[in-house]
């Protein structure tokens, strides 16, 4: 698969924008995000939190995400990811089976899959503090921004 084709998933520069602002204002420390993709949205958040903050990131393809890998390590960054290769459900099904994990994320963002996102948004409901916040772009639209319609599933 060329990457490339799907450059429209990418969270766009507004977004980070508003993302780094909710960040802030969340005094977010500890994250989770699904759909990584190349790292924008996900450097961004690393950049945003504290240094000791830390970012469990979701991804089914881990090569997209190590094309950023080299900005955000030049950022230094790197050690507040823990990049998960899998579908995001498994993940958060197993971190839900310790109740434990209830309300320990500050923050939650989902650019990921339209398909999933009632199911990724009840169980982030349980993951994120009640003050917490979570944050889901493109899912809830017909389609993403500037792809092609055929290009959709649903």
């Known amino acids: 698969m060329k990457t490339e084709r799907w ?8 977004s980070v924008q508003l993302l780094a602002m909710l960040l802030k204002v969340a005094n977010a420390k500890k994250t989770i995000e699904i759909g990584v993709f190349t790292g924008y949205s996900l450097l961004l958040t690393a950049l945003s939190i504290p240094d000791d903050g830390k970012i469990t ?23 507040k990811i823990n990049f998960i290769e899998s579908q995001a459900l498994p993940v958060l099904d197993k971190l839900l089976e310790d109740p434990g994990n209830e309300g320990c994320f500050d923050f939650a963002y989902v650019d990921s899959d339209k398909v999933n996102s009632k199911n990724y948004h009840e169980r982030l409901m349980k993951l994120v503090k009640i ?22 599933s649903g």
């Open 57 to 79: 990131a979701i991804d089914i393809d881990r090569h997209t995400h190590e094309m950023g890998l080299p900005v955000i390590k030049k950022a230094g960054v790197e050690h």
């Open 7 to 14: 450059a429209a998933m990418a969270t766009t520069p507004d």
């Open 131 to 152: 003050d917490g916040v979570v944050v889901c772009d493109n899912v809830f639209r017909r389609g993403y921004v500037a792809m092609p319609e055929e290009l959709v």
